[in-house]
């Protein structure tokens, strides 16, 4: 505190007394000779300048939680300035390398369908390998539209391979709508890390508002020789904020959006996804609000750096050119927009991929029988009685509904009726958790790809039962 005048007066423009400024230009003076001598005078233009603002934004922000450590960095009073210098630039080394930053997500697989995958590409997946490399070197969206069955998952894995072999890294995260879909996605992307990618499985991380109820019973343990450090590199990365920092994610659609809302640390959730292939999966699931977020999101991503493929049953037309218009900048006219299944690939200086022949079917023989039925809402006796019917000889059939309610009242009506050889399961999002992750594990081992179907059996949900399972 000044007691006069004439001292007041002696303040510069940061409010500093002559001794402070003093000290602090000292300090910038010893800052400048260690650290930046070596700089260039001048710096690029970036491309984007607020897509680098927001990145050196979260760049100082991880870099503050890790220099705020004080297991790594403590006061040392008396070390002398030089030697104090080599001292934290050796914890700096220890600290970011504990923290898993420095582990290595290439991988040297070859990036053909084929190298990948033991099995012979269906139609749709015959096109990873098509898409010219520069299409693929600058940052791309890839729309994919296919029905159940024809592989969008593995395309999608594949994809991602060859844009890594050309842009150096192969980190990428999977998002999902639900907490159901990516904890199976969980597991199944540390198999393709291990024994397609020649990855650690212990560089994916699980990211989502359960995943820490879950995470332990689904990671994939690590081999006895392995040295440890993935698995405490997986500490650090825990905590939600962190999360998408790991090299590899698999994780709910919401994790991501919070990149794109104005929400705390946001800046850090950019840099987490910059750079990264993005596959979204189950697009046709988000509502109008969603897909707003989701928009604004692709523009953020394409400005960082990554690519992003979207997996969809189908897409309206006008949503697939606002999706497009939203990572390219503008608006793109595709020669056979009403071709189904399809694949698009668009990157951000325009260049734009479309196959010049239609995707025949995996199944072309399969067929769908629709069948229109007549029930109001209170009838949840009738729905029962229906669902018995056609089981009675033997099959398996679900129902969905549109409320718990509804779907509670059926299932209750069923046991009324059915006879004790008739397998009967209830899905719905009030069941607490851990019945919840429970009774889905049971589901998808009955009923799912390698499932050991009952001779009769039924399952009733809510949507939980098509979004999640």
């Given at each position: 505190?000044?007691?006069?005048?004439?001292?007041?007066?002696?303040?510069?423009?940061?409010?500093?007394?002559?001794?402070?400024?003093?000290?602090?230009?000292?300090?910038?003076?010893?800052?400048?000779?260690?650290?930046?001598?070596?700089?260039?005078?001048?710096?690029?233009?970036?491309?984007?300048?607020?897509?680098?603002?927001?990145?050196?934004?979260?760049?100082?922000?991880?870099?503050?939680?890790?220099?705020?450590?004080?297991?790594?960095?403590?006061?040392?009073?008396?070390?002398?300035?030089?030697?104090?210098?080599?001292?934290?630039?050796?914890?700096?080394?220890?600290?970011?390398k504990d923290a898993g930053l420095l582990q290595?997500?290439?991988?040297?697989?070859?990036?053909?369908?084929?190298?990948?995958?033991?099995?012979?590409?269906?139609?749709?997946?015959?096109?990873?390998?098509?898409?010219?490399?520069?299409?693929?070197?600058?940052?791309?969206?890839?729309?994919?539209?296919?029905?159940?069955?024809?592989?969008?998952?593995?395309?999608?894995?594949?994809?991602?391979?060859?844009?890594?072999?050309?842009?150096?890294?192969?980190?990428?995260?999977?998002?999902?709508?639900?907490?159901?879909?990516?904890?199976?996605?969980?597991?199944?992307?540390?198999?393709?890390?291990?024994?397609?990618?020649?990855?650690?499985?212990?560089?994916?991380?699980?990211?989502?508002?359960?995943?820490?109820?879950?995470?332990?019973?689904?990671?994939?343990?690590?081999?006895?020789?392995?040295?440890?450090?993935?698995?405490?590199?997986?500490?650090?990365?825990?905590?939600?904020?962190?999360?998408?920092?790991?090299?590899?994610?698999?994780?709910?659609?919401?994790?991501?959006?919070?990149?794109?809302?104005?929400?705390?640390?946001?800046?850090?959730?950019?840099?987490?996804?910059?750079?990264?292939?993005?596959?979204?999966?189950?697009?046709?699931?988000?509502?109008?609000?969603?897909?707003t977020i989701i928009k604004r999101m692709l523009?953020?991503?394409?400005?960082?750096?990554?690519?992003?493929?979207?997996?969809?049953?189908?897409?309206?037309?006008?949503?697939?050119?606002?999706?497009?218009?939203?990572?390219?900048?503008?608006?793109?006219?595709?020669?056979?927009?009403?071709?189904?299944?399809?694949?698009?690939?668009?990157?951000?200086?325009?260049?734009?991929?479309?196959?010049?022949?239609?995707?025949?079917?995996?199944?072309?023989?399969?067929?769908?029988?629709?069948?229109?039925?007549?029930?109001?809402?209170?009838?949840?006796?009738?729905?029962?009685?229906?669902?018995?019917?056609?089981?009675?000889?033997?099959?398996?059939?679900?129902?969905?509904?549109?409320?718990?309610?509804?779907?509670?009242?059926?299932?209750?009506?069923?046991?009324?009726?059915?006879?004790?050889?008739?397998?009967?399961?209830?899905?719905?999002?009030?069941?607490?958790?851990?019945?919840?992750?429970?009774?889905?594990?049971?589901?998808?081992?009955?009923?799912?790809?390698?499932?050991?179907?009952?001779?009769?059996?039924?399952?009733?949900?809510?949507?939980?039962?098509?979004?999640?399972?």
């Amino acid at each position: 505190r000044m007691e006069n005048r004439s001292d007041r007066e002696k303040l510069n423009k940061f409010n500093e007394s002559p001794e402070w400024e003093t000290l602090r230009q000292h300090a910038v003076q010893l800052l400048r000779s260690h650290f930046v001598s070596h700089w260039p005078e001048t710096l690029p233009e970036p491309e984007n300048v607020s897509a680098a603002i927001v990145a050196l934004n979260g760049f100082c922000i991880l870099c503050d939680w890790l220099g705020s450590d004080e297991n790594y960095f403590t006061p040392k009073p008396n070390m002398p300035l030089a030697e104090y210098i080599v001292h934290s630039r050796q914890q700096a080394y220890r600290r970011v390398k504990d923290a898993g930053l420095l582990q290595t997500a290439v991988s040297h697989t070859p990036a053909t369908f084929s190298d990948l995958f033991p099995f012979p590409p269906r139609p749709l997946q015959t096109l990873t390998d098509q898409i010219p490399a520069s299409v693929l070197l600058r940052p791309v969206l890839i729309i994919i539209e296919a029905p159940t069955g024809e592989g969008k998952t593995e395309t999608a894995l594949a994809l991602a391979r060859r844009i890594a072999a050309l842009r150096g890294t192969d980190e990428m995260y999977i998002a999902l709508p639900t907490t159901a879909t990516s904890n199976a996605m969980y597991t199944r992307i540390q198999e393709h890390l291990r024994n397609r990618l020649g990855l650690p499985p212990e560089l994916v991380q699980l990211v989502h508002g359960q995943s820490f109820l879950v995470k332990d019973d689904l990671t994939i343990k690590p081999l006895e020789n392995a040295d440890g450090e993935e698995e405490a590199a997986q500490e650090w990365f825990a905590p939600k904020k962190k999360a998408l920092l790991a090299p590899f994610g698999v994780g709910t659609i919401d994790q991501a959006m919070l990149s794109a809302m104005n929400v705390k640390h946001n800046a850090l959730r950019q840099i987490g996804l910059a750079g990264k292939v993005i596959i979204l999966d189950e697009v046709h699931a988000y509502d109008t609000y969603m897909t707003t977020i989701i928009k604004r999101m692709l523009s953020w991503l394409a400005a960082l750096g990554s690519s992003v493929i979207l997996l969809s049953a189908t897409l309206p037309q006008r949503r697939r050119q606002e999706l497009i218009e939203s990572f390219a900048g503008s608006t793109v006219s595709l020669p056979c927009p009403d071709r189904y299944p399809s694949l698009i690939a668009i990157n951000t200086a325009g260049e734009l991929y479309t196959p010049d022949r239609e995707i025949s079917v995996y199944q072309p023989n399969k067929t769908i029988q629709l069948e229109r039925l007549y029930f109001t809402e209170e009838q949840a006796a009738e729905k029962a009685q229906w669902l018995w019917q056609q089981v009675q000889n033997g099959g398996c059939a679900a129902w969905i509904t549109n409320t718990v309610d509804r779907a509670i009242a059926i299932h209750k009506a069923l046991q009324h009726i059915v006879s004790d050889d008739v397998d009967v399961s209830l899905l719905h999002g009030r069941l607490p958790q851990e019945q919840r992750q429970e009774l889905e594990t049971q589901i998808i081992g009955k009923y799912g790809k390698n499932g050991t179907r009952p001779a009769k059996g039924i399952v009733v949900g809510t949507q939980v039962l098509e979004q999640s399972l």
